[in-house]
């Protein structure tokens, strides 16, 4: 038994997408943060069976799932008890595993997969119970109790170590969260290493000949075969014309770079966000969940291409709205330089997101559904022009 694959194949083509669809995520990115999040995930409650109490608590934490969650997943999402499940599996992750590791978990995923804090966040917090409902149907399947369910975990650490991406394993460094999983994963999380070349013999070990002319045989062997590869493989001119493409014509400057995979180019103001991040209101970093937040709406309205997909939209939409709404209510404890700097900033992506909700409102039968949220947004603006 594969733990990983089996949870994985739980999550289908058309689930992801709604997944992703009502956290206001592109799809691809999605793809990207489930295949790092869900082994992440196992690492982390394999370490935590590893320590006194942990599977116990593990155990207990399994027995109050929600009865039923894996098979209602996919109804639940977009409606008004999304929000109850995400904080209720975000609520027993940190209790389980500690809000320092569930901090470093999310932060790596985001980072990994470019989804950022706050969309790693609800990502996790979906993942938890779907991770933690498939160790219980094992864990019945088989009658196991807590040190069952603790071997069970410790029996797939070879499997959980394999499908931790790469690139996903250096972010993990040094959290602790892949202490149970042996020394092959915590390998995996530190840099590789070019391996030093063999020693120069030593002048002592070489005959008299070798130190004063051992050189030269070898260089003027080089230079000739060099010279003959030269003269018979280098492409004619009329070769080389044939093979060499034509050079890529620069598009007009727009002042916009390509954004994440689904979402188009991404307009220069809205690449001005990042430099939000790192402003704080206290422990809060206030420029990185406007940032989030507003990335979050204009996500959730490029995925609008029908009446379908509009209507799963929404949910997303006014979710970053409202978070956006909230966030900028703490611009005023702010010094007025920094408030000035969010506020500019913000203001600026206006005619970028404006774009993006008329393309939207154009298409039939989308407007009655998507313009009260789009209403909202452009009122927060004219309240932040007044700032």
Do not use: C
Request: hydrophobic residues 40%; without cysteine; proline residues 7%.
């Amino acid at each position: 038994m594969d733990l990983v694959s089996n949870i994985t194949q739980m999550l289908s083509s058309s689930l992801v997408s709604r997944i992703a669809s009502s956290l206001g995520l592109d799809r691809t990115l999605t793809e990207k943060a489930i295949s790092a999040g869900i082994p992440g995930l196992l690492a982390a409650l394999t370490s935590l069976v590893s320590r006194p109490n942990g599977a116990a608590a593990l155990n207990g934490a399994i027995a109050r799932q929600q009865p039923g969650l894996l098979s209602s997943l996919g109804n639940m999402l977009g409606g008004s008890t999304q929000s109850n499940i995400i904080e209720t599996g975000t609520s027993t992750l940190t209790s389980l595993l500690g809000g320092e590791t569930i901090s470093a978990l999310t932060n790596a995923v985001g980072q990994y997969a470019g989804i950022g804090s706050a969309g790693s966040k609800s990502l996790l917090g979906l993942l938890g119970p779907v991770v933690m409902g498939a160790l219980g149907q094992q864990q019945r399947a088989s009658g196991l109790d807590a040190t069952g369910l603790a071997n069970l975990l410790s029996s797939q650490k070879d499997n959980i170590t394999r499908a931790l991406p790469a690139g996903f394993s250096n972010y993990l460094s040094g959290t602790g969260i892949l202490d149970g999983l042996g020394a092959s994963a915590d390998a995996r999380a530190r840099p590789s290493y070019t391996a030093m070349p063999p020693p120069t013999p030593r002048s002592s070990d070489r005959s008299p000949y070798m130190q004063s002319w051992g050189w030269v045989l070898p260089a003027i062997a080089a230079l000739i075969l060099g010279g003959l590869a030269w003269h018979w493989w280098r492409p004619s001119p009329t070769e080389t014309a044939l093979n060499t493409p034509p050079p890529a014509t620069a598009p007009a400057g727009t002042g916009a770079s390509t954004g994440a995979a689904g979402l188009g180019p991404k307009p220069a103001s809205i690449e001005a966000l990042e430099n939000l991040r790192g402003i704080k209101v206290g422990d809060v970093d206030i420029g990185t969940q406007l940032a989030d937040a507003e990335t979050g709406m204009r996500s959730a309205i490029i995925s609008v291409q029908d009446v379908s997909s509009a209507q799963a939209a929404v949910t997303p939409l006014t979710n970053s709205t409202n978070e956006f709404v909230r966030l900028t209510k703490l611009l005023d404890q702010l010094p007025a330089q920094s408030r000035k700097t969010v506020v500019n900033t913000i203001i600026a992506t206006r005619p970028a997101l404006d774009q993006v909700f008329d393309k939207a409102l154009a298409i039939p039968g989308v407007s009655p559904i998507i313009k009260p949220a789009i209403d909202k947004v452009h009122t927060q603006f004219d309240a932040l022009t007044t700032a």
